[in-house]
């Protein structure tokens, strides 16, 4: 079974990747590898880690959707400063790579003295109150500004679409009169002009406004549907004001909110792998507890490699791992399938920090 750490890492896409393997052998020398320390946790009993094992394989998928989805949103309020998104996505003040090679298990919120069940239990509640908090401040902060962007689109576009509000003045209306109204059209005139059109304002009887407008559409003129009115004017543009504003005031303590929940919930994600190590090498090497987990850095070229290395290294821990690795096998991180069952206890795990 496997979890290998793909980090994307530069703007060209590339990634370094790791895998974590628990092994009771030492390694081969030729393969780089480092140390990833699993505290000494409480086994409990056979039957618990066998459920454990599919328990935590769920948390794992979830806790890695929430990890994504924090980054993802990242990347969307950042909006058009997206190259700063790498820099916001740490773990405890460090890039990825640096928290995974150096990672410590956290005694203050995963104490090792908690059955394992009771430590999954912790981190699948305190990521699914991460998620609920995003999806609660996403639909606030997205509606905010959705509803900024209406009203900006209002104000773009064609003259045929588009709020006439900035453009007119009260001057070009003859405003208050019993007889007379003026009327706003789209034609080839002068009072305001935009690529494809010209608007002019059309001062006529009332009396005469249904014949004009009948003699409009014949010349394809668009009469626009426009009454001047200054205090609706005032109050669109203030409430287009208030939107930016209050946008402006979220932004900030949204960008932190979401920095320190990403953090949190890619902490978390860590310690479900090391929780998954554990408990599978138990579950196939038996006890006492005797094994080490080791971070190795291969590249998708050296994949394939790598696995038939820890093959030959390891097949003799367990008869029933399959004898043929299939070349074209393209290990797909975290969506393990049946087929991806190997004498050493390997997990893969990937995580995309720079992909957004």
Known sequence: ??????????????????????????????????????????????????????????????????????????????????????????ANGVDLVTYITRFQWDMAKYPIKQSLKNISEIIAKGVNQIDNDLKARASAYNNLKGNLQNLERKNAGSLLTRSLADIVKKEDFVLDSEYLVTLLVVVPNVLFEDQDSYLCNVTLFRKAVDDFKHKAREYKFMVRDFQYNEEEMKADKEEMNRLS????????????????????????????????????????????????????????????????????????????????????????????????????????????????
Request: charged share 25%; aromatic share 10%.
């Open 1 to 90: 079974m496997g979890d290998s750490i793909h980090i994307q890492q530069s703007q060209d896409h590339s990634f370094c990747s790791f895998s974590i393997i628990a092994c009771i052998l030492p390694l081969s020398s030729e393969i780089e590898s480092i140390k990833f320390n699993i505290p000494d946790l409480k086994v409990g009993t056979l039957d618990v880690l066998v459920g454990l094992s599919d328990e935590l394989a769920k948390l794992d998928a979830f806790v890695e959707g929430v990890v994504k989805k924090v980054a993802q949103y990242m990347a969307d309020v950042l909006e058009d400063s997206k190259d700063k998104v790498q820099e916001n996505l740490l």
């Open 245 to 356: 504003t209050d946008k402006k005031k979220q932004f900030g303590p949204l960008v932190r909110w979401l920095k320190v929940n990403f953090s949190e919930a890619f902490i978390a994600w860590i310690h479900v792998k090391a929780l998954r190590v554990f408990v599978e090498s138990v579950l196939r090497y038996g006890l006492p507890v005797n094994f080490q987990a080791m971070l190795l850095q291969p590249n998708k070229k050296t994949m394939k490699k790598l696995r038939e290395v820890l093959y030959d290294l390891y097949k003799h821990l367990d008869s029933s791992a399959a004898a043929i690795i299939d070349a074209t096998m393209d290990i797909p991180g975290l969506n393990l399938s049946q087929q991806e069952y190997y004498p050493d206890d390997y997990l893969l795990l990937r995580t995309y920090s720079n992909s957004y």
